[in-house]
């Protein structure tokens, strides 16, 4: 165990349907981080926290939309997704964003499906 | 291409050997990492470079960097069966807000 836990581990959902995948970690880390894994390509950083505070958006579809109400929880709220987003979502905690650098610690994933 | 490239992208090796994986970037870093992630989990830290180290140990894990080339290579030695994972090197670039930048990954396979 990583010390973060995200839920679902897996979900399928319509292209009309609305739903939040959870993160959690308890490492006390102030750094949260949302990443997309496609077949075939690789990690895409979608948005990172720090304190609470969004300091990177890549450019990602409105129709995710981040929320971190603590530093303990990142939630991404889904709603009128696509085929092709289904992907595995991966989150992940770190000391924080800065200094030398910081090993980034990973959950499970959630393993998504939209029809 | 991407900033992180690993290469080969597939590597099939017996119980017991050695394994190389190469990773190859483009722009300035911070440091560089290695992650190992198993079919449909997630990643796992191996061990972390810093831009100003040439060799690192961890185990069975040896991994070197090379900012001239920006290359870095994992060595994992006398290989295990449970080795058989895929193997990802991140970049963290120096800029403000740090960020990691994988690469394709190597799928490592361990035949008993």
């Known amino acids: 165990e990583t010390g973060v836990t995200q839920t679902p581990r897996h979900l399928v959902m319509g292209m009309t349907n609305k739903k939040s995948l959870k993160c959690e970690q308890h490492?006390?880390?102030?750094?949260m981080y949302w990443y997309k894994q496609s077949a075939k390509k690789p990690l895409e950083l979608m948005f990172v926290?720090?304190?609470?505070?969004?300091?990177e958006n890549n450019s990602v579809p409105s129709r995710f939309s981040p929320e971190c109400p603590n530093s303990s929880h990142l939630f991404l709220h889904l709603h009128t997704l696509q085929p092709e987003d289904s992907a595995l979502y991966l989150c992940?905690?770190?000391?924080?964003?800065?200094?030398?650098?910081?090993?980034?610690?990973f959950g499970p994933g959630t393993r998504l499906t939209v029809l | 291409s991407q900033q992180g490239e690993e290469d080969p992208q597939a590597l099939s090796i017996q119980e017991g050997e050695n394994a190389t994986m190469n990773c190859s970037y483009k722009?300035?870093?911070?440091?560089l990492q290695w992650y190992r992630q198993n079919s449909g989990r997630g990643l796992v830290h191996l061990i972390l470079?810093?831009?100003?180290?040439r060799e690192k140990h961890s185990g069975r894990l040896r991994v070197t960097l090379d900012t001239s080339k920006k290359s870095s290579s994992l060595l994992i030695t006398a290989s295990r069966a449970a080795d058989t994972a895929s193997y990802f090197c991140a970049t963290a670039l120096i800029q403000g807000a740090q960020k990691l930048v994988f690469g394709q990954g190597t799928r490592l396979t361990i035949n008993p």
């Open positions: 992940a905690s770190s000391q924080d964003t800065g200094g030398w650098g910081n090993e980034q610690f």
């Open positions: 722009t300035s870093i911070n440091n």
């Open positions: 470079i810093r831009s100003n180290e």
């Open positions: 490492l006390g880390h102030n750094a």
């Open positions: 926290y720090s304190l609470e505070e969004r300091v």
